[in-house]
Nanobody
């Protein structure tokens, strides 16, 4: 059975940290580009960070550069998003997704999605 599950979300105070995980079962993430996306209420879904399966190159949205880090552990079939110095504007549902090939970190290139995990940054 193919599954793709995000975890690690929650409530955190501004300035705090969270690490999101995205774990696949039933298929290997080794050959997929992986993206983290988020959607806040009333806003469009946006690409937060993506990582290539071919050379490990990464992309970060300007709003998260220097604060978020994407990484992958192929042995654990898991991709992580380390989020530091969180701000209230980071509040959103975060999704991970896979693509055979994604030339850009845009959701139109990604075709298999997890159900999302809520991140709330509030004091």
């Amino acid at each position: 059975q193919v599954q793709f599950v995000e975890s690690g979300g929650g409530l955190v105070q501004p300035g705090g940290s969270l690490r999101l995980s995205c774990t696949a079962s039933g298929f290997s993430l080794d050959y997929y580009d992986i993206g983290w996306f988020r959607q806040a209420p009333g806003k469009e879904r946006e690409g937060v960070s993506c990582i290539s399966s071919r050379d490990g190159s990464t992309y970060y949205a300007d709003s998260v550069k220097g604060r978020f880090t994407i990484s992958r552990d192929n042995a654990k079939n898991t991709v992580y998003l380390q989020m530091n110095s969180l701000k209230p504007e980071d509040t959103a549902v975060y999704y991970c997704a896979t693509a055979r090939w994604a030339p850009e970190c845009q959701d139109i290139y990604y075709d298999y999605w997890g159900r999302g995990t809520q991140v709330t940054v509030s004091s």
